[in-house]
């Protein structure tokens, strides 16, 4: 069975632009969970879809927007990017919702460096 | 804001000598979690331990969880080069319908 899919690997842009990162889960997971790391702060929860939902959202400004289609593929998208955007971000997929009763599969993560 | 905190935050040790980790949550949990991240990879699901569980083992890892002190440690044993990796605890808030909240993580270093 093929893994959590991640695109791209690895994205520069300036700031002020916009990016999309795009996720595929392990297929029959119709969650989606997205995350992003940077050294300073650890993995901090962006939102989880289940079923093209959102079912959750962290603490993250308006800019920051993800959505799910059908076939549980999902994307996320960053408006006006800021220097503080740089970070790994990883979307894991999930049996049910949020990895609470069943592990989260992450993705490899796409490296956003913004200047 | 961080759920579950890791200690230490580095460890360096020999090749064969065992590892051990340590994570503190604040709030009631349903299970707890524990990942591995190989450098610029993404996260795997190492092994889950129920908060009615106080033991479990898959290979050469070992969990413990004390929900009564909210603290859980990882032990990783004959450790080899292979195990260097940074190792995170998650934990779900008891209180339904919430993400997993990951710890800032334990940066592991074994030497061969």
């Known amino acids: 069975k093929a893994g959590v899919t991640q695109t791209p690997r690895y994205l520069i842009k300036t700031r002020g632009q916009q990016v999309t990162l795009s996720c595929s889960p392990i297929?029959?997971?119709?969650?989606v969970s997205w995350y992003q790391q940077t050294p300073g702060q650890g993995l901090q929860f962006l939102f989880e879809?289940?079923?093209?939902?959102?079912?959750n959202k962290g603490n993250f400004p308006g800019r920051f927007s993800g959505r799910q289609f059908s076939n549980s593929r999902s994307e996320m998208n960053v408006s006006t990017l800021e220097l503080g955007d740089s970070a790994l971000y990883l979307c894991a997929s999930s049996l049910a919702p949020g990895g609470v009763d069943s592990p989260l599969h992450f993705g490899n993560g796409t490296r956003l460096t913004v200047t | 804001s961080q759920q579950g905190e890791e200690d230490p935050q580095a460890l360096s040790i020999q090749e064969g000598e065992n590892a051990t980790m340590n994570c503190s949550y604040k709030t009631s949990i349903n299970n707890l979690q524990w990942y591995r991240q190989n450098s610029g990879r993404g996260l795997v699901h190492l092994i889950l331990i129920r908060s009615n569980e106080r033991e479990k083992h898959s290979g050469r890892l070992r969990v413990t969880l004390d929900t009564s002190k909210k603290s859980s440690s990882l032990l990783i044993t004959a450790s080899r080069a292979a195990d260097t990796a940074s190792y995170f605890c998650?934990?779900?808030?008891?209180?339904?319908?919430?993400?997993?909240?990951f710890g800032k993580g334990t940066r592991l270093s074994v030497i061969a």
């Open positions: 998650a934990t779900d808030r008891n209180s339904g319908n919430t993400p997993l909240v």
């Open positions: 879809y289940f079923s093209e939902t959102q079912r």
């Open positions: 297929s029959g997971h119709r969650s």
